[in-house]
Antibody, heavy 125, light 108 residues
Framework: QAQLVQSGAEVRKPGASVKVSCKAS????????IHWVRQAPGQRLEWMGWINAGNGNTKYSQKFEGRVTITRDTSASTAYMELSSLRSEDTAVYFC??????????????????WGKGTTVTVSS | SSELTQDPAVSVALGQTVRITCQGDSLSTFYASWYQQKPGQAPVVVMYGKSNRPSGIPDRFSGSSSGNTASLTITGAQAEDEADYYC???????????FGGGSKLTVL
């Protein structure tokens, strides 16, 4: 059974950085990308970026470009999301999610099939 | 296009049928997937592709797609279906992922 286990809640001051981890189990880590998604209190889900867990290539949302860094450690089957220059608006729950793709005839179906439980990051002075 | 548009709030009487829609230009290139999120929980995928249900998702959930609109239909809505529903797809380049604004489903 595929599973993603995230690190615990964090509290940071404005201007600081935070690094959240996401440990995968139950599947071959390097075969599937990992997304990072966040949700501010009472707000919508927001895509931050993703990493190809095999080769380490990343793509980031333009909103977070320059502030977010997604990495992975294949030996630990773990993905990381680091967000810098934190401000109060970054207070949110941060989720990691496993991406998968299924080929059906000439179509490809892409979706996020496994999610971590989320990590609460609070930015407060 | 860089947007997926959903109605913010949808309601349905218990046992009736409700359709939740998602509009965006990228949906003519990539299929949407649909996620159910209950308060304090992580999202759960309920539909992907043309109309594919992951194992464990009740068959009252179905999906469809036409042009730039994807739909999630719940036939015979139950109280436990009350949740936020999000559509997700890739943008036209395939490099970015787009999230709809979410639809809050109320079961009356």
């Amino acid at each position: 059974q595929a599973q993603l286990v995230q690190s615990g809640a964090e509290v940071r001051k404005p201007g600081a950085s935070v690094k959240v981890s996401c440990k995968a189990s139950g599947y071959t880590f390097t075969n599937y990308p990992i997304h990072w998604v966040r949700q501010a209190p009472g707000q919508r889900l927001e895509w931050m970026g993703w990493i190809n867990a095999g080769n380490g290539n990343t793509k980031y949302s333009q909103k977070f470009e320059g502030r977010v860094t997604i990495t992975r450690d294949t030996s630990a089957s773990t993905a990381y999301m680091e967000l810098s220059s934190l401000r109060s608006e970054d207070t949110a729950v941060y989720f990691c999610a496993k991406s998968t793709a299924i080929a059906v005839k000439n179509d490809y179906y892409y979706y996020m099939d496994v999610w971590g439980k989320g990590t609460t990051v609070t930015v407060s002075s | 296009s860089s947007e997926l548009t959903q109605d913010p709030a949808v309601s349905v009487a218990l046992g009736q049928t409700v359709r939740i829609t998602c509009q965006g230009d990228s949906l003519s290139t990539f299929y949407a997937s649909w996620y159910q999120q209950k308060p304090g929980q992580a999202p759960v995928v309920v539909m992907y592709g043309k109309s594919n249900r992951p194992s464990g998702i009740p068959d009252r959930f179905s999906g469809s797609s036409s042009g730039n609109t994807a739909s999630l239909t719940i036939t015979g809505a139950q109280a436990e279906d009350e949740a936020d529903y999000y559509c997700i797809s890739r943008d036209d380049s395939g490099n970015q992922w787009l999230f709809g604004g979410g639809s809050k489903l109320t079961v009356l």
